[in-house]
Nanobody, 124 residues
Framework: EVQLQASGGGLVQPGGSLRLSCAGS????????IGWFRQAPGKEREAVSC????????IYADSVKGRFTLSSLHTNKTVYLQMNSLKPEDTAVYYC?????????????????WGQGTLVTVSS
């Protein structure tokens, strides 16, 4: 069973930076996707970024392009989400997610495994 351990949330001022980490374990093969969704109060869960270990591709939501960077360490199946130039609208619970499939999805239904959420609050 795949398990995901997320960490790194917190309180930051607008314009600041945070780095989230997600360590994955229990993958049965090297065919997997791993990334992040977020859910703000009163809103639906939305995709932030995802990495496919099949082709090495990474996708980003338009709202975070140029500000967030997803990096991965294949050796220990860990991904890091570096979040720069944070805005109040980035405030949300961020969820690490993964699946043993080939392509990243923009929809939560495309992921089977979820880690616990980590709260990111951007406020002055």
């Amino acid at each position: 069973e795949v398990q995901l351990q997320a960490s790194g949330g917190g309180l930051v001022q607008p314009g600041g930076s945070l780095r989230l980490s997600c360590a994955g374990s229990g993958f049965s093969s090297d065919n997997y996707i791993i990334g992040w969704f977020r859910q703000a109060p009163g809103k639906e869960r939305e995709a932030v970024s995802c990495y496919s270990n099949i082709d090495g591709s990474t996708i980003y939501a338009d709202s975070v392009k140029g500000r967030f960077t997803l990096s991965s360490l294949h050796t220990n199946k860990t991904v890091y989400l570096q979040m720069n130039s944070l805005k109040p609208e980035d405030t949300a619970v961020y969820y690490c997610t993964a699946d043993q499939t080939f392509s990243c999805s923009w929809y939560a239904q495309g992921y089977k495994f979820w880690g616990q959420g980590t709260l990111v609050t951007v406020s002055s």
